[in-house]
């Protein structure tokens, strides 16, 4: 009985190791398929009341390119907020309440025949 309870204990600690390993649960791939390029991506705590800095930096978002956006440290909210800024006109896009602890990828498309840019969360 004691041999099985170190054995659990040890297998407990070597899943928590390898979870911290891996990074946040929130961290994602944003997936850019809207035909334009990306010049600014912000993600914000869910029911922020501003934006957090803009996580491209001086790099940009080109159609047809992707970027894994990873958080520093675990953060102990799941829903946030994602915010994307085109190059072209500066327009943006906004989606809310998006349960990063459950999302991997974030792909965009434009739709130009409505004139909206969608996302798909996998």
């Known amino acids: 009985m004691r041999m099985t309870v170190l054995s659990a204990a040890a297998l407990v600690s070597m899943v928590a190791t390898t979870a911290l390993a891996q990074g946040s649960r929130q961290d994602f791939t944003l997936v850019n398929r809207t035909g334009y390029d990306i010049s600014e991506v912000y ?11 803009d996580i491209l930096g001086d790099d940009g978002l080109e159609d047809g390119d ?3 956006i990873t958080f520093r440290r675990a953060g102990k909210t799941c829903i946030w907020d994602l915010k994307v800024v085109y190059s072209d006109d500066d327009s943006s896009a906004v989606w809310h309440d998006i349960n990063l602890c459950q999302v991997e990828k974030i792909t965009l498309r434009y739709n130009r025949k409505s004139d909206t840019t969608s996302a798909t969360f996998d």
């Not at 993600?43 to 800095?53: F, M, T």
């Open 66 to 68: 992707s970027v894994n």
């Open 43 to 53: 993600v914000s705590p869910g029911k922020a009341n501003d934006w957090e800095e």
